[in-house]
């Protein structure tokens, strides 16, 4: 939970929103009901130190956001802008926002980051502008072991000019896995148990088991378990979960996938426990093409024993496996029906610069968004704007712009504007890395809807961890084939950590 509300002050903040003390009124029943719904396909963010995007051979350049301005689409002027800072090694050390009042930029809040000389993040303070000066609000503090693996999470908020315990998050590892991860809440003066993840291993590294407790009545009650098991190839084969209902085990939920030679997921089915047996509840069908990008995917519900088709998803993609359609259909009276599209459009160094969204409607496509992107020299994003159809033509939408930079290996958005401006700053620093192309590391398949590959035939790979956009580290594996299905759709960052050096390569999770 500590992670989300870190998340969200952070999204505050980029959007242009000023962080409320709503966040103190969030109670612990609240909590509860937040982080144990559909718990069956969902599993904590663990958190560590932000990911090492630097640049990784010799030469090349690696850009950071310097300064973003957002406007809407009711005004002519930006309404607010993004200063970003970095240190020396080109981590992130300010990001400020101003608004635009009276013609001038007016403070408005800022997050201010510390590391530690391994570039693990060890404080992260939000201040908010109040009469002219900065004033605290909340603060996470973070440390580390030996390994770099995080220890601890705290979180504190500021009141009566001091700072106040919130809640905080203890972890312990075996062999860099992370094997428990305690959140207590601090209550009158001292620390209280309040959830326990307990996590258990194969000597692959492949997660074998997940169980939850929670602390009541000075003791740790069960609140459910999952199990997983994996083929010879570290595909995760099934997933089966129970909950603890009167003092024993009771069935939930079970899943099964399948895999082709490529180790792509071409199938995934789940099943309920109702009434003393397993019932069919939904499954996934996959196809991939030579390159072993995805196709299709087949939805479909269990229902009277057979399966009812309920939505299929097309891709298709041009000469450089750069997706340029996204098609949506739904089943309707025995057949299939177009719902949505999108038709992507890429420049010649592969940049995306426009998208247009599709409704199906009366039997013609309709135009409902689009997304439109310039890129400078160096293949950063400077302008990123969004439209709506409207009237027969189209009009300013304030419906949120996604920046890509760093040739599309990072990247970052903001949720309200029509429209962003950006500059970039180089912060790229010298390397010790000679003759030696990271970049010839293959991810795929990429998107995926689960299992990753990577392919190196003359580097030893010693550790590979998964990011989110925020900088927060899911998990870490020294498999090159490993399993992201738990993961919700999105933008990840895969870090591939080798003998002679780091690099990053970006994933896209369906």
Known sequence: MTKRISLLSTVLMLAGFLATTAQNNITSRERFDRRVTHFEHSELEKPTQLPILKKTNSGEDWWEPDTAYLFLAESEHAIGRNIYNYNLQGFLTQSLFQGWENNTWINRQQLIYGYDGNNNKLSELFQIWVNNTWVNYQQHIYTYDDNNNMLNHLYQFWGDNTWINYEQNTYIYDNNNMISDLWQEWQNNMWVNYELWTYSYDDNNNRLSLLTQFWINNTWVNYQQSTYTYDDNNNKISDFWQLWQNGTWINGQQGSMNYDDNNNMISQSYQSWQNGTWINQFQFSYIYDDSNNILSQLF??????????IQLINWTYNERNKCINFMTKDWQNNSWINSQQDINVYDENNNMISQLVQNWQNNAWTN???????????????????WKWAGGGWQPVNDGVIFQYNNGQSSFNFAMPHKATASYKNVSQPTSIDNFVLSEIS???NPTLGQVHLT????????????????????STKNTMFDISHLTAGIYFVQIATKKGIVIKKIVKM
């Open 456 to 475: 190196n035939e003359e580097q030893n790979i010693q550790l590979i961890s998964i990011y989110n956009l925020s900088g927060v580290k899911l998990f």
């Open 300 to 309: 479909q519900n269990g229902q009277n024993n057979t399966w009812i088709n």
């Open 368 to 386: 409902n968004i689009q997304r439109l992107w310039t890129f400078d020299e160096n293949n950063n994003c400077v302008i990123s704007e969004s």
């Open 443 to 445: 991810v795929y398949p």
